[in-house]
């Protein structure tokens, strides 16, 4: 009879573990481009365990880190008709503040996809155009 019981223990254990939400992946950002205020460590953002919005209407707030060991906070929406996510965020690399906006579109994070965007480093006037790709985080500056 206790065999049962901790067999069905064990049992009833394993499949609520299974269930568990998986925890979010971090969503990494690089701007770069030719007519972009930003690329390499300076065009790098991490958004740590970023759960971009799943639904029309929603907005997520984002927190993270820019160039490595500068921060940036922003909003993430998906557009009424879910099709694309619209990322707006400021941030601070070495003293200096900086703004950029993305349009992830289609609305999907696969490593490698490549979306437009604007920058602006040391102003706030979104003044360039970015190519914004999603890429590994390993590749984050400044971290080990």
Sequence with gaps: MIAVRLALAGLLAGSLAGAAPAAAADL???????????SGDLGFFRFPATKLPKTAKKAVALHGRACGTGTVTGTAVRNPVGTLI???????????????????????????????GDAS????????????????????????
């Excluded at 965020?89 to 503040?97: K, M, S």
């Excluded at 480093?121 to 080990?144: K, M, N």
């Design 28 to 38: 990494c950002l690089q701007f770069s481009g030719a007519s972009c205020d930003l």
């Design 86 to 116: 619209q990322l707006g965020a400021t941030f601070v690399c070495d003293a200096t503040p900086g703004v950029i906006s993305a349009d992830i579109d289609p609305a999907s994070t696969a490593l490698g996809s490549v979306h437009t």
């Design 121 to 144: 480093y040391g102003a706030f006037d979104l003044s360039s155009s970015c190519d914004v790709t999603i890429v590994d985080c390993d590749g984050e500056p400044g971290q080990p």
